[in-house]
């Protein structure tokens, strides 16, 4: 019988790593709050029809990469390629568009089924923030800075460049894309096949998106968005960049950028890095002005919308690539030191549960291991890398006390156990 393995290009994620991607998120979430916005979760399966909408059906995420199947009812029901079109949905559908400007962040597993390989994943996690009801050149200052104060309070946003872009108004694109769509038909037969169709079915601007040498090489003399730009989109781009200037985060202009996704309108950007190979890009976004309004029944007008999302995994890989530890909270090793002759076994399990739970009450995370030979489980708790490690056996049970072990220094002493709320190793954070 075959054995049962994962899907390919969906991975388990053990506990060393879950860990890593909790802390991550858990810093993502503290900043997002430290900024105003607010946790929002929505289904993992969505109406198909809800990305054909908003993402484009010429997409390469749309054409390419979704998981669609049709149900017992017949509804055909797609797992989210990502998270924005999802969260568009919900405020519109739940009429939290009424409170703009609304501040929302979100996090969880997205699907695509691209070809696996070093941080690309078929099943991956994203966190990500929308603020929706202002278009305002401030919100997309924030939301840049946003993403910059999370990369830097996880050490890596030296380690990136942030590119950015402007698509300006509608007016502008309408005219950049009849002079982008005559340069193009001039060198139709030099493009590479995706781009040709692309090009066929109306997706001009996504050509700009295209990896391929070839393509690229015809890019860089095709017309920019720049050249026909309107006075209004020329001065709110520049009042982005002044406002990043502000906060101090520094920036490479990109007149190639898109982004892949056909509802990014204005200001798009990508924070890139070179230390994680073809996959370089760690957190992106842009404002899409159009997408809100597209998914209500009667078209309002414009709700402007800025947002962006970046993936856990990519994240966690970088600090990993890079050497960069992060502080975790003390595991403390509670060990039994049991003797086989001993009739006080039964005795020093009772002793150690109360100090387990009294350490937990108090916000300590407890191993209790039960009773096997104290050599084998201290090499247990270095392999694990506990830095604190509780020793009781039978003179520890008589005197009502603790032998403690930091695992990291050597160091060890007794203390009562009424003491071990106060002894500094048990508040001090790994490392």
């Known amino acids: 019988m075959a ?94 568009i009424l409170r703009d400007p609304l501040r929302l962040f979100y996090h969880g597993p997205m699907f695509r089924r691209e070809r696996p390989q070093k941080g690309r994943l078929r099943q991956f996690h994203q966190f990500g923030v929308e603020l929706i009801g202002d278009s305002h050149f401030g919100c997309d200052v924030e939301s840049i800075s946003l993403g910059a104060s999370i990369l830097d309070s996880l050490r890596v946003l030296e380690y990136t460049d942030l590119r950015i872009n402007t698509l300006c108004d509608n007016e502008t694109r309408e005219r950049h894309f009849a002079l982008l769509f005559e340069y193009l038909q001039g060198h139709f037969d030099n493009l590479s096949e995706g781009s040709q169709q692309k090009f066929s079915n109306g997706s001009i601007l996504q050509i700009l998106d295209s990896k391929d040498k070839g393509d690229q090489n015809i890019i860089a003399n095709a017309p920019t968005i720049q050249s026909v730009a309107s006075t209004e989109s020329k001065e709110r781009f520049e009042m982005v960049l002044d406002g990043l200037a502000a906060v101090g985060i520094n920036y490479k202009i990109d007149h190639t950028l898109v982004r892949g996704l056909d509802y990014y309108t204005s200001t798009v950007w990508e924070f890139t890095t ?20 597209s998914l209500m029944r009667k078209n309002k007008g414009t709700i402007p ?79 694990e890398k506990a830095n604190i490690v509780l020793i009781v056996g039978e003179n520890e049970l008589h005197k009502e006390t603790v032998t403690i072990k930091n695992m990291e220094t050597g160091e060890q002493i007794n203390t009562p156990s009424s003491e071990l709320k106060n002894i500094d190793w048990l508040s001090q954070s790994q490392p």
């Open 305 to 383: 919308a800025v947002g962006w999302a970046a993936g856990l995994e990519r994240l966690q890989l970088l600090s990993m690539s890079l050497g960069i530890k992060h502080a975790m909270p003390n595991i403390v090793w509670l060990i039994e030191a049991h003797s086989a002759t001993s009739s006080n076994n039964k005795n020093i399990s009772n002793y150690c549960f109360k100090i387990a739970s009294e350490l937990r009450n108090l916000g300590h995370n407890v191993r209790h291991d039960y009773g096997t030979k104290l050599k084998k489980q201290l090499k247990l708790a270095s392999d």
């Open 274 to 293: 070179n230390h994680l190979g073809a996959q370089g890009t760690v957190l992106a976004g842009g404002r899409y002005d159009n997408l809100v309004s």
């Open 3 to 96: 054995v049962c393995k994962a899907v390919r290009g969906m991975h388990d994620i053990l506990p060393n790593v879950s860990r890593d991607l909790r802390l991550v998120r858990a810093i993502a979430m503290k900043k997002a709050e430290q900024y105003g916005y607010e946790e929002i979760s929505t289904p993992i399966l969505e109406p198909t029809n809800l990305f054909l909408r908003t993402i484009g059906s010429d997409t390469d995420v749309v054409s390419k990469e979704m998981y669609t199947f049709i149900d017992k009812g017949g509804d055909s029901l797609t797992l989210r390629p990502e998270g924005t079109a999802g969260v568009a949905r919900a405020a519109v559908e739940n009429k939290l």
